[in-house]
């Protein structure tokens, strides 16, 4: 069984960065692509980036693209998420999420959730 837990929300104002991190535990967990996720409120839950399970490849939504970072750490199985120049819509709880094979934008292909930290940017 695989388990993920984030860390690292918190509020803070237009224009400031944050970090996020997920770490892994489990077996096999060079088996898994790693991404990550967010939820608006009163919104679908949708996607943000993801990296591959070696962390040598990275997707982003456009959303994010040139503003947040992706990154992994093999020897402590974390994945984080650098988030700069933040924006009032990018509030929404983040989730990381873990699948067996290559990297994915879809929700729906991700066997393995965190439950979320809230990030809460003010204007």
């Known amino acids: 069984q695989v388990q993920l837990e984030e860390f690292g929300g918190g509020t803070v104002q237009a224009g400031a960065s944050l970090r996020l991190s997920c770490r892994m535990s489990?077996?096999?967990?060079?088996?898994?692509?790693r991404g990550w996720f967010r939820q608006g409120p009163g919104k679908e839950r949708e996607f943000v980036a993801t990296?591959?399970?070696?962390?040598?490849?990275?997707y982003y939504a456009d959303s994010v693209k040139g503003r947040f970072a992706i990154s992994g750490n093999d020897a402590t199985n974390t994945i984080y998420l650098e988030m700069n120049s933040l924006k009032p819509e990018d509030t929404a709880v983040y989730y990381c999420?873990?699948?067996?094979?290559?990297?994915?934008?879809?929700?729906?292909?991700?066997?393995?959730w965190g439950q979320g930290t809230q990030v809460t940017v003010s204007s």
């Open positions: 999420a873990a699948r067996v094979g290559i990297l994915s934008s879809d929700k729906s292909e991700y066997d393995y």
């Open positions: 990296i591959s399970r070696h962390f040598d490849t990275t």
């Open positions: 489990g077996r096999n967990l060079r088996n898994y692509a």
